[in-house]
């Protein structure tokens, strides 16, 4: 997980659902449109959100988990650089 992992997950979470364009356009992530939607696509690997289609994501229980110190992903950090 990356700190930009957990401001998407805080920015869907807050606005009930989130896509590339609307989290590089808030300006709540300062990465790039592309690095967003990579990020997207891997937390939703991990379940943490669901990909509804047309680029729009919502947050699970599990996302919400992590966000709360819930659930430990367990994740290497050497991993979430790609």
Same mark, same amino acid.
Request: avoid cysteine.
């Given at each position: 997980?990356?700190?930009?992992?957990?401001?998407?997950?805080?920015?869907?979470?807050? @606005?009930?659902?989130?896509?590339?364009?609307?989290?590089?356009?808030?300006?709540?992530?300062?990465?790039?449109?592309?690095?967003?939607?990579?990020?997207?696509?891997?937390?939703?690997?991990? +379940?943490?959100?669901?990909?509804?289609?047309?680029?729009?994501?919502?947050?699970? +229980?599990?996302?919400?988990?992590?966000?709360?110190?819930?659930?430990?992903?367990? @994740?290497?950090?050497?991993?979430?650089?790609?």
């Amino acid at each position: 997980m990356t700190i930009w992992d957990d401001r998407i997950l805080e920015y869907i979470r807050a @606005e009930g659902s989130g896509s590339p364009t609307e989290l590089e356009e808030s300006g709540y992530v300062r990465v790039s449109k592309s690095q967003i939607s990579r990020r997207l696509r891997k937390l939703a690997d991990h +379940e943490l959100l669901t990909h509804l289609g047309n680029g729009v994501y919502v947050i699970t +229980e599990s996302g919400e988990e992590y966000l709360e110190g819930e659930l430990d992903t367990g @994740e290497d950090s050497a991993e979430t650089s790609e």
